[in-house]
């Protein structure tokens, strides 16, 4: 990455470096993937030019989706886009190369998103993909503007290189987010075994039986009662103590 005090840097390694700032601090502080997006796509709405719109379509697994908009209209555009399952977004995340449109109204490659582009006010548009790489969403940025035209090459070539530094950003976002929500429903799961396992002891008090039994019972009482084993367990141990079960104090978050 360029160095910021390097007194040859140009303005366009100055953005980059301070949008990569930007992300990195995201990640750092493990923000949503959701609010990670926005700022990329108002990142790149900026770098483009002024009156330019942005979205941003990221597809994995075989799907794809508006991941995030600097505004109503340009969110407007790629929702058409994706209903139609045809666009230039979706064209060039795969055939992983730019595709500029000059000039919306006289294109005709992609009816349904033409005209929900000019029904906006929108005449001038640009599909910037991502490079794929193993591991990485693949991702485009579909940038609009007002009027007719060719878009400058130094600023999409910017916008391209901030679409693959954005890829890479989003896939550790969520590799970050997935394993907290595992984190979280393995606390979840950890607390429900506690106040089961006191249900159980309960259970094999009461009627002089093994755990395997004692754990038929209360099945079948959450089955009777249509209501989740933890639940029935719960009130079982607060009907017994008079107090509500014992729940998991041992989990610290690491700074």
């Given amino acids: 990455m360029t ?26 502080a493990t923000v949503q993937v959701d609010a990670l997006l926005q700022v990329i796509v108002l990142r790149a709405a900026a770098v483009a030019g002024p009156d330019v719109s942005a979205a941003i379509t990221v597809r994995q697994g075989g799907r794809s989706a508006v991941a995030a908009a600097s505004d109503a209209a340009a969110a407007a555009c790629d929702h058409a ?4 399952q045809a666009g230039p977004c979706l064209e060039a995340a795969r055939i992983e190369r730019l595709i500029t449109v ?12 033409r005209d929900a582009t000019l029904a906006v006010g929108f005449g001038t548009a640009a599909a910037v993909p991502a490079r794929s790489v193993e591991g990485n969403p693949d991702l485009a940025i579909n ?3 007002p009027g007719t035209g060719e878009w400058q090459a130094d600023a999409l070539a910017g916008v391209q290189r901030f679409a693959e530094d ?27 075994r506690t106040v089961i396992d006191q249900a159980l002891g309960v259970i094999m008090a009461q009627n002089r039986c093994g755990p395997e039994e004692a754990f038929r019972i209360l099945r079948s009482a ?14 079982l141990v607060a009907g017994v103590s008079g107090s509500a079960p014992h729940a998991v104090q041992e989990f610290r978050e690491r700074r």
Wanted: proline share 5%; net charge negative.
């Fill in 3 to 28: 160095d910021p005090g390097d007194p040859g840097a140009t303005g366009a390694d100055l953005w980059r470096a301070d949008a990569l700032g930007e992300l990195h601090g995201m990640l750092a």
């Fill in 81 to 84: 886009e994706q209903a139609a």
């Fill in 102 to 113: 000059p000039d919306v109204a006289a294109d005709d490659r992609w009816p349904v998103w």
């Fill in 143 to 145: 940038l609009y503007r």
């Fill in 166 to 192: 954005a890829a890479r950003a989003v896939a550790v976002a969520a590799h970050v987010e997935a394993q907290t929500q595992v984190n979280t429903d393995l606390k979840r799961a950890m607390a429900s």
């Fill in 222 to 235: 959450s089955q009777h009662r249509n209501q989740k084993m933890r639940d029935v367990a719960a009130d």
